[in-house]
């Protein structure tokens, strides 16, 4: 019972750098979010998408590229990575009833030089 | 004004104690809430819902009050493991989560 997995859990990389943030889950759910917490702010929405192929923009979708041709993979990239957005990243998915509790992967550290 | 607001702590208690959280939120037409539990930066896990009569599970109880726009979590008989970052979370239309940024709790020998 893998549930929902994210990968890598730690990545050190440079400014401008492009860096892919993976998530995938086991659920079948619909729903699929990415989040980043920063101390002080709290989780914050990036990017979420309601199904295959429908993503929309959350909160703090500057910078952040997403897709999802497969149900199951929801992968985030940083198309120039920013030191500003180092942070740490936590994917979360939930079936499609608007009531249901979300349910996250470990999260990835991100630390941008 | 933040859309969900938490005291951030920490409540330190010593163990056996009752310790109670309240989060408010701005939004009226908010539709679901949530309380999650979050240890060290670790992903934030499902603690319990919370429903318009109130609930409970074991030691835990949630409660809603919409007429004065908060939610509480109350913790009786609190234990060592119990410590962590508690996260109020409230949906404001579909599927849109907002997370308070968290209370954490120091729960003492």
């Known amino acids: 019972d893998a549930g929902i997995t994210q990968s890598p859990r730690y990545k050190i990389t440079e400014t401008g750098r492009q860096v892919t943030l993976m998530c995938h889950q086991t659920?079948?759910?619909?729903?699929m979010f990415w989040y980043r917490q920063d101390l002080g702010h709290g989780l914050r929405l990036i990017y979420y998408s309601a199904a295959a192929d429908i993503t929309d923009k959350g909160e703090v979708p500057d910078g952040y590229v997403v897709s999802r041709s497969k149900t199951e993979n929801f992968p985030l990239t940083l198309e120039s990575a920013t030191r500003s957005q180092t942070s740490v990243y936590f994917c979360a998915s939930s079936v499609s009833s608007s009531n249901q509790p979300q349910h996250f992967g470990d999260g990835t550290r991100l630390s941008i030089l | 004004r933040k859309e969900v607001e938490q005291d951030p702590g920490p409540f330190n208690v010593p163990e056996g104690a009752t310790v109670a959280f309240n989060c408010t939120y701005s939004n009226s037409a908010s539709q679901s809430f949530f309380w999650y539990r979050q240890d060290c930066r670790k992903e934030p896990k499902l603690l319990m819902s919370?429903?318009?009569s109130g609930n409970e599970d074991g030691r835990f109880t949630a409660q809603l009050n919409r007429a004065s726009q908060y939610i509480s979590l109350l913790i009786r008989d609190s234990k060592l493991s119990d410590s962590a970052t508690y996260l109020c979370v409230v949906i404001l239309r579909f599927q849109k989560l907002v997370f308070g940024t968290g209370t954490r709790l120091l729960v003492s020998p």
């Open positions: 659920w079948s759910h619909s729903y």
């Open positions: 919370v429903y318009s």
